[in-house]
C-alpha cells in the first residue's frame, strides 16, 4: 500500500489530536469521518476534506480501508468495536477500553477469534520519559509507587462527570496513571480505595479518590485522584514516583529523573517510535510490530480501575482477578 487509509470514528475530544498527528503524516490519507453527532463529523469532513457520516456502519462500508481510529466516550465502546472487527480491520482505540468489564471481554474475545489486534491509546508509554524509566527499572527492586492526577475537567459539565457515563475519573482519566503504575511496576493484585463528594456537589461521580495498591511482586502503591481546583494548570496530571534502592525514580511533565541528582543516569532508549508511527507500521505489517499497548493489557487497567470502583463501594479490599472475574 502506497498509504496507510484510515477512517474515524468519532470526531470529538481526543479525535482532534488523532487527526492531526495521522493527517501530517506523508504514509497515511483519512478517508472518511464518522460521529452521531452530525455537526461534528461535517465540521471533521470539512476540515480534512473527506466525506462525513453519522453511522459508522456505512463509513465501514467503504472498501478502500486498511484501519480505523476510535475515539468515542466511554460509554459508547463496545458494538463500534466489533463491527470493525467483523470488517476485518485493525484500529487504534482511544482509551479506557470500556465503561464495564463485560464489555471489554466480548471485543477481547472478538479480536482473538478474528485473528485481529488493537492498539490502545495510552500514549504516554511511548514517550522518550517513559521508555527511560522502563528501561532503568529492570531488575530493579520496588519499594512503593505514588500517583496523582489532579485536574479541573468536572467544572466542564461534561459526559465525564456522570458516573454511570464514565465510571468516574479513575476510569476516564487517571486510568492514564494507573496504566504507568502497571507499566513501571507489575501487575496490581489487590486494591483498596475510598471516594468522596467534597466540592463538586451538582456532578453524579465523586470528586476526590485514594487508591491502595498492593503489586503482584509484593510492592506496594498509591493512587489521589481529583477534578476539583479550577486552575487550568494540567501540571499535576500523570505524576508518578517510585522509590527505588537507594534513589527516587520521578515521572512529571518535565520528564524522567532520578533523584538525588548524580545518583544514576537514566538510559538512551533509541529507536523509538511514537504511538502514530507504531501503529501506522503494525496495519502496514499486518501485525502489532511495536505496539506498546494491546487490547489485553488494557483490560488490565481497566479492570484495575473497576476493582477500586468496586471496593469504594462495599468498603473492603478487593483482588483484582476477582473483579475480571479469574
Same mark, same amino acid.
Given at each position: ?33 464518522? *460521529?452521531?453527532?452530525? /455537526? ?37 465502546? $463496545?458494538?463500534?468495536? !466489533? *463491527? ?16 464495564? !468489564? ?8 472478538? %479480536? ?11 500514549? #504516554?508509554?511511548?514517550?522518550? =520519559? ?8 529492570? $531488575?530493579?527492586?520496588? /519499594? ?35 496504566? %504507568? ?36 511482586? @509484593?510492592?506496594?502503591?498509591?493512587? &489521589?485522584?481529583?477534578? &476539583?481546583?479550577? &486552575?487550568? +494548570? ?9 522509590? %527505588?534502592?537507594?534513589? !527516587?525514580?520521578? !515521572? +512529571? ?5 532520578? #533523584? ?9 532508549? =533509541? ?14 505489517? @499486518? ?6 499497548? $494491546?487490547? +489485553? ?8 480501575? #473497576?476493582? =477500586? ?18
Amino acid at each position: 500500500m502506497s498509504k496507510v487509509r484510515i477512517g474515524f470514528i468519532g470526531c470529538g475530544g481526543r479525535a482532534g489530536s488523532h487527526m492531526r498527528a495521522l493527517g501530517q503524516r506523508e504514509d497515511t490519507e483519512i478517508v472518511g469521518a464518522c *460521529d452521531v453527532v452530525e /455537526a461534528a463529523a461535517r465540521r471533521a469532513g470539512e476540515r480534512l476534506g473527506v466525506p462525513h457520516y453519522t453511522d459508522h456502519r456505512t463509513l465501514l462500508g467503504r472498501d478502500d480501508l486498511d484501519a480505523v481510529v476510535i475515539s468515542v466516550p466511554v460509554f459508547a465502546h $463496545g458494538q463500534v468495536e !466489533l *463491527d470493525v472487527i467483523a470488517r476485518g480491520l485493525p484500529f487504534l482505540l482511544e482509551k479506557p477500553v470500556a465503561r464495564d !468489564l463485560e464489555t471489554a471481554r466480548r471485543v477481547a474475545g472478538a %479480536l482473538r477469534q478474528a485473528g485481529l489486534w488493537a492498539a490502545i491509546g495510552y500514549q #504516554l508509554r511511548y514517550t522518550p =520519559a517513559v521508555r527511560q524509566a522502563k528501561a532503568f527499572m529492570v $531488575g530493579r527492586r520496588v /519499594a512503593v509507587v505514588e500517583g496523582h492526577y489532579w485536574c479541573t475537567t468536572a467544572r466542564g459539565g461534561a459526559w465525564q462527570n456522570d458516573w454511570e457515563k464514565s465510571g468516574g475519573q479513575l476510569v476516564e482519566q487517571a486510568t492514564h496513571t494507573i496504566d %504507568l503504575m502497571r507499566h513501571l511496576v507489575g501487575e496490581v493484585e489487590e486494591v483498596y480505595s475510598q471516594q468522596a463528594s467534597r466540592i463538586l456537589s451538582a456532578i453524579t461521580s465523586p470528586d476526590a479518590y485514594t487508591v491502595s495498591l498492593r503489586f503482584t511482586d @509484593g510492592a506496594l502503591g498509591s493512587l &489521589t485522584s481529583s477534578w &476539583t481546583h479550577d &486552575t487550568g +494548570d494540567w501540571s499535576h496530571a500523570n505524576i508518578v514516583n517510585v522509590s %527505588l534502592d537507594g534513589c !527516587l525514580l520521578r !515521572l +512529571d511533565g518535565a520528564g524522567a529523573r532520578v #533523584l538525588p541528582a548524580g545518583k544514576a543516569e537514566l538510559p538512551e532508549v =533509541a529507536g523509538a517510535e511514537d504511538m502514530y508511527k507504531a501503529f501506522v507500521r503494525s496495519v502496514r505489517a @499486518g501485525g502489532p510490530e511495536g505496539i506498546l499497548s $494491546g487490547y +489485553d493489557d488494557a483490560l488490565a487497567t481497566l479492570a484495575v480501575s #473497576l476493582a =477500586a470502583n468496586e471496593s469504594a463501594a462495599t468498603h473492603r479490599p478487593v483482588r483484582v482477578a476477582e473483579a475480571v472475574g479469574r
